[in-house]
Structures are given as structure tokens and as C-alpha cells.
């Protein structure tokens, strides 16, 4: 019988963690369920007001679950914000699209930030189509909620300074 290796970070109540399909999450509390007759023991992640996931604990690192990032690789993050834009006018939209969205999905905030860059208009928001927007909204969200919880900020504040740091850009 194979052995699978414990990672050795841990997770408890009251974490901040990312699940990156869904973005931060709040740990609530962790219980031991009956579920089809076997007792597992189960995380309860809050990731919003009407989103509650209960992950088995044995399927967490599958899935990818993690603490929030490093200071370090936050701040690589706001780098790329900071820096030029690199965009690929020669790709297909749908293309391109597909690539945002496995970026955002990857809950890496350098990916998240990525996409942000690229998709950011300084005075040209207006002219985007729906899909960037939306897309544009889903990264900025999700960035922003994470560089909320590591330093303390209401989203709100958090995506101001995100905007102006993509505002004040080269």
C-alpha cells in the first residue's frame, strides 16, 4: 500500500484560504460527517453570503485549496500591475478569453493579475465588450478579495488601490 504524503500545511478555523475555482473562502468550522455510512472529516468554507462548500479534508490539497499568498508573491503580483502591458491583439477573443478565464480559475495571484493588466483600458473602459468586462470584473474581484484579507482592507479599499496602481502604470 502507497502512502500518500501529508502536506504539511494546515488549515483551521478561522483561516482565510483560497479554493481556486471559487476564490477566497473563509474556514467556518471543521466537523466529522456520516456521509454513505463512512465518517469523514469535512472543512465548511464560506466563500460568500450564499456560497457554503463543505470539502472533505482528504480532498483539499486535490483541489487545490491554500492559505493566502506570501507578502512575496503579492507583491510580484502588483509588479505586474505596475509594468507594461503585454497584449496579444493577434489571438483570437474566444482564444484569449479561454486563456483569462484558466488564469482567474487558477487562483494564482500573479495569473489573476495577468489578466488584469491585459484587459485594463485607461480611458477607453467604454469601448471593451461585455465578455472583457465581465472577465475584467471576475479578475479584479478576485484579486482584490485576496489582497483584502492579507492586509486588513474592505474589498472596497482593495480594489481602489488595485485601480489605481493599473491607473498610475507605465
Known sequence: MIKKKTPKKTFNKGDFVVY???GLGKIKGIQNEIIAGKRIRVFIISINERVI????????YDLGLRKLSSNDRMRNALTILKGK???RKKVMWSRRAQEYE???L???PVSIAEVLKELYKKNAYEDSSFSEKQIYASALDRL???LAAMQKLDKEVAVKKLEDILLNAA
Open 20 to 22: 481556486p475555482s471559487y
Open 53 to 60: 462548500l463543505r470539502v472533505p479534508a482528504e480532498k483539499i
Open 85 to 87: 502591458s503585454k497584449r
Open 102 to 104: 484558466t488564469k482567474i
Open 106 to 108: 487558477s487562483g494564482d
Open 144 to 146: 482584490s478579495r485576496e
